[in-house]
């Protein structure tokens, strides 16, 4: 009975002085500690790191691995609107820590409250351009216009362009303008077909029922040579 409790102690003790040694391994001994950081898809890695600096977040080679704020670090990551996608790896092999991001990329700009620079990407989402790649494309970008100068008409853009489908790609490559009038009548200067054309899309609602009129009228014979398109009542499009 004796030996029985004696081989129950001895495996407790050996099982608290391993928890004990993982616990030191992790938390104080050199040798798990952060041999290298990697931030990758941006040039802006500064920005990366300033934002996670300002969230009090550490992130420094010769850190403790167990304590590098992954969570924290992902929360921080998804406040940054100019970010399509981004991903953060722990390894404790390499020791390691690999900050993957996708910027965004914009279709067009407008100007919101103060004049503020704003981009929209191919999903309607709208941003602040801070990378410099981002900053970069400022020049080359269609301009949303808007007759009132409301942000909510950067919504009703950012909307339109959310529920464009993929099969439409061609209307943002080829996309020279947006102009928002004071009747919140979205009208949209771009290409089809290699062909300039102007659609007034009306308001961004029924957007779906709109494009699937937009796509029958385009390959109708009689419209080759169509430049407008009047979709603000898409149960009476208007063709010229």
Request: cysteine-free; charged content about 20%; overall charge positive.
């Amino acid at each position: 009975m004796n030996l029985k409790k004696y081989k129950r102690a001895f495996v407790v003790s050996i099982v608290i002085l391993l928890v004990g040694v993982i616990a030191y391994i992790l938390g104080w001994s050199t040798l798990l500690t952060v041999k290298q950081i990697e931030i990758t898809g941006t040039s802006s890695q500064a920005v990366i790191s300033n934002q996670l600096a300002s969230k009090e977040i550490t992130l420094t080679p010769g850190m403790k691995l167990a304590r590098v704020d992954v969570r924290g670090i992902n929360r921080s990551l998804s406040e940054m609107k100019w970010l399509d996608t981004y991903s953060i790896k722990r390894s404790w092999i390499s020791r390691d820590i690999s900050i993957a991001v996708i910027e965004k990329t914009a279709v067009a700009k407008a100007k919101g409250a103060n004049s503020q620079l704003l981009y929209f990407d191919k999903n309607g989402e709208i941003f602040k351009p801070i990378s410099a790649k981002q900053i970069a494309l400022q020049s080359s970008l269609p301009l949303v216009i808007s007759d009132k100068n409301e942000e909510a008409d950067l919504a009703e853009v950012a909307l339109l362009l959310a529920m464009l489908p993929d099969g439409f790609n061609e209307l943002l490559a080829g996309l020279d303008g947006i102009s928002i009038g004071k009747s919140g009548f979205i009208v949209m200067k771009s290409a089809i077909n290699g062909k300039s054309v102007r659609i007034n899309w009306g308001r961004a609602d029924h957007v779906a029922q709109k494009i699937k009129v937009l796509q029958a009228l385009v390959k109708l014979p009689e419209n080759k040579a169509a430049s407008n398109f009047d979709l603000s009542l898409p149960t009476s499009p208007i063709v010229s």
